[in-house]
């Protein structure tokens, strides 16, 4: 796989600057750029995929050459995560801030409120993201709550939550199934989707984004890092200390900086 990055690579993806990072791009906008950016995506009509782009998956994606052209293929991929940032300053390149899944999507959540946008929240376990769905509509009450429903689905199954989504329309999908499988499973939404379908959703706009184990926050089963955790840069400790179960996924933080690393020395 061609992997493309440094300074000469900073290019315009959808009118949006970029950098790459181990072969995959990234937009440099900050969470209130992206916002906006995702309110005039919305306004404009389409199917858009949003991809918060962490370590992990940047570094899956070396190797996984799907994932990867998904991601290139994405409306919007924001740095998720200080590891994202830190990679850029090795290239010498800037990323001004760091857009979390979580972060996005609450301020999405605040836009939708006023604009009266409709959501639906696939994933977590049974009855997470409904009560996530309660807790968000009481903070944001002009927001419309198209469907919710629990992310512990049989592959027989999906057929029938694809056309829920389709029938319902909404405007933002917010998938939290654990990165990469909600990535790859709204690319295979928009990927089945047949013209008539599309048409549909492309007509009211449509935005769809994994956002982990963000309903679990929401609902107020899982407590957020606190923030000064997230301030000294270390809301991943605090995650790993919290949930040690975590520690599988989380030896691709030293991989994912060891390979920039090298990247950078073979430059
Ligand atoms: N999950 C799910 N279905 C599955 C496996 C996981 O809905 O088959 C949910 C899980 O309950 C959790 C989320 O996916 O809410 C993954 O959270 P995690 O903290 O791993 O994601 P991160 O925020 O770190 O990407």
Not at 84 to 98: N, S, T
Not at 112 to 129: E, I, M, Q, R, T
Request: glycine content about 8%; overall charge positive.
């Amino acid at each position: 796989m061609k992997e493309e990055h440094s300074k000469e690579a900073l290019h315009v993806i959808n009118k949006v600057p970029s950098i790459y990072i181990l072969g995959s791009p990234v937009h440099t906008l900050t969470l209130q750029e992206s916002v906006q950016h995702i309110s005039k995506l919305l306004e404009r009509g389409g199917l858009h995929q949003i991809i918060t782009a962490n370590p992990e998956i940047l570094y899956s994606a070396r190797k996984d050459e799907d994932l990867q052209k998904l991601i290139a293929g994405a409306s919007l991929v924001t740095a998720d995560g200080i590891g994202v940032v830190w990679a850029a300053r090795q290239q010498g390149e800037k990323l001004r801030e760091r857009v979390t899944g979580i972060d996005l999507m609450a301020e999405l959540l605040t836009v939708a409120g006023s604009k009266n946008w409709s959501c639906y929240f696939l994933g977590a376990a049974p009855g997470v993201a409904e009560k996530a769905g309660q807790k968000i509509k009481e903070l944001h009450p002009g927001l419309s709550i198209a469907g919710t429903r629990h992310g512990y689905f049989k592959k027989e199954e999906e057929q029938i939550i694809i056309e829920e989504i389709l029938e319902k329309k909404p405007q933002l999908l917010f998938v939290g199934l654990g990165a990469p499988r909600q990535e790859k499973w709204i690319n295979n939404l928009f990927k089945t989707v047949t013209e008539k379908q599309a048409r549909n959703l492309q007509q009211a706009g449509h935005i769809a984004m994994g956002v982990g184990g963000s309903f679990d926050v929401f609902a107020g089963t899982v407590k957020r890092a606190p923030q000064w955790t997230q301030k000294m840069h270390i809301e991943w400790l605090y995650r790993l200390l919290s949930q040690p179960t975590r520690i599988k996924r989380q030896v691709r933080l030293p991989l994912f900086a060891l390979e920039v690393l090298r990247q950078k020395r073979s430059n």
